[in-house]
């Protein structure tokens, strides 16, 4: 967790921020390899393609990340 913590403090996140973008890695990876050995990337497009733009879209993600300060820490948005 420590080096996951590491890295995206690189992009200048910092806590409540920085626990929201471990969780939004967390939940692509797993889900992303979930997908992929259950046979769920059905499409012709090549797996390792999808997977490099997901790659390319998570880093532009973190680099624009919205600054903490729209819902309070730990209140949900009730959507």
């Not at 992009?11 to 626990?19: H, I, K, N, Q, V």
């Not at 046979?39 to 997901?54: H, I, N």
């Amino acid at each position: 967790a420590e080096i996951t913590y590491g890295m995206l403090r690189a992009y200048g996140l910092t806590e409540p921020d920085l626990t929201d973008a471990v969780r939004l890695l967390r939940a692509t990876f797993h889900g992303y390899c979930a997908l992929e050995a259950s046979g769920g990337f059905g499409a012709p497009r090549d797996v390792q393609a999808s997977w490099d733009k997901a790659v390319d879209a998570l880093h532009v993600a973190l680099e624009n990340w919205p600054q903490a300060g729209g819902a309070e820490e730990g209140e949900g948005t009730g959507g």
